[in-house]
């Protein structure tokens, strides 16, 4: 695990923290690596029900670091650990609730988009420099800020490169809510602590259904309800009914 992303647990909360702060948490291909490993080793987990993704005061990620990726480039081995994390982070069953404190530059930014509740701080600024760089939007950001915001927001974030104020971000749909920074922690791990004392399978099939392609209502219809009678023979259901009507006596 690399020294730069500390990993912790909270009951059933996983913390991966970015904590590279005097180089604004650039990612290296180390970090991206123990990033990876922490997705997979949580999602496997049955008593983790949760990811919470947080940065260092003043900087989520500054982005990738460009040192480390220009000697993987002359190297042959542009990527790998990137795909990897990439792969765990879009493939994830379980919740991702994510803070920013400062800078989202590049996958700074668009790790959020993969995020189910994004919280920052009116300093926060997102922000995509991909194309001044002479690059390409990455992480599926080109499929997934246009269906989140509409093209021409995506277009200014991805393409244009301008930078998006928490406010701005808010509006667009990357953040949830705004908080001051002496809350940010303490409001994300209270969002992912209500997420974790929901059934969890239950969060997981219905989290599932709201990340899932595009499709035909009626197809979406068949396939929610093809969830919802299995769900209602489930333990999960029969323990949250049960606990209903109790309190309703």
């Not at 099939?205 to 990340?211: C, G, N, P, S, V």
């Amino acid at each position: 695990m690399s020294d730069h992303i500390l990993v912790e647990r909270r009951d059933a909360i996983q913390i991966i923290r970015l904590n590279r702060p005097e180089k604004k948490n650039a990612i290296t291909r180390a970090m991206y690596a123990a990033m990876a490993k922490a997705l997979r080793k949580g999602d496997a987990d049955d008593a983790i029900r949760v990811h919470v993704f947080l940065g260092v005061p003043g900087a989520f990620s500054a982005g990738n670091d460009l040192q480390d990726f220009m000697t993987a480039a002359t190297s042959n081995d542009m990527g790998k650990e990137i795909l990897e994390f990439l792969t765990a982070l879009s493939s994830a069953r379980k919740p991702i609730v994510s803070g920013v404190n400062g800078l989202a530059i590049g996958v700074g930014t668009t790790i959020h988009l993969h995020c189910d509740l994004t919280f920052a701080t009116p300093e926060s600024l997102f922000r995509t420099p991909f194309v001044d760089l002479g690059l390409v939007p990455e992480a599926a950001s080109s499929l997934l800020a246009p269906n989140l915001m509409g093209h021409q927001k995506a277009f200014a974030l991805l393409a244009l490169g301008h930078g998006f104020t928490a406010d701005a971000a808010h509006e667009a749909g990357i953040v949830y809510r705004i908080v001051s920074a002496d809350r940010l922690e303490d409001d994300v791990m209270q969002a992912a602590a209500e997420i974790a004392a929901k059934p969890p399978e239950a969060m997981q099939i219905a989290r599932a259904l709201m990340r899932m392609p595009a499709e035909p209502l009626s197809d979406r219809i068949v396939r929610e309800a093809r969830h919802f009678a299995e769900r209602l023979t489930s333990e999960e259901t029969r323990a949250a009914l049960l606990a209903f009507f109790t309190r309703k006596k």
